[in-house]
């Protein structure tokens, strides 16, 4: 069984930083990817940023050079470093483990709130 637990979100102002945290636990495959995703009120789930095992990283282009995703696979946690936050970030952010083929496992979500 995998858990992944989350922490790090809040309540900040526009133009502030943030850093969320999500930590991988259970039968996790060595060769994986650990991504964040976000949902806002009344919108789909969107991919904010991946990372490989290996390191390779994407990110959607709303969050370029804004947000920072990286990870420590000895601890299996990936972080995602948030600047420059705009309300338009606000959103539920989820942590995804995935390998192969599947859909993954999923965090139970932390709260970002970012007021103007």
């Known amino acids: 069984q995998v858990q992944l637990v989350e922490s790090g979100g809040g309540l900040v102002q526009a133009g502030g930083s943030l850093r969320l945290s999500c930590a991988a636990s259970?039968?996790?495959?060595?060769?994986?990817?650990m991504a964040w995703y976000r949902q806002a009120p009344g919108k789909q789930r969107e991919l904010v940023a991946s990372?490989?095992?290996?390191?390779?990283?994407n990110y959607a282009d709303s969050v370029k050079g804004r947000f920072t995703i990286s990870r420590d696979n000895a601890k299996i946690t990936v972080y995602l470093q948030m600047s420059s936050l705009q309300s338009e970030d606000t959103a539920v952010y989820y942590c995804n483990v995935r390998w192969g083929l599947s859909n993954g496992y999923w965090g139970q979500g932390t709260q970002v709130t970012v007021s103007s």
């Open positions: 990372i490989t095992s290996s390191g390779r990283t």
């Open positions: 259970g039968s996790i495959f060595s060769s994986n990817v």
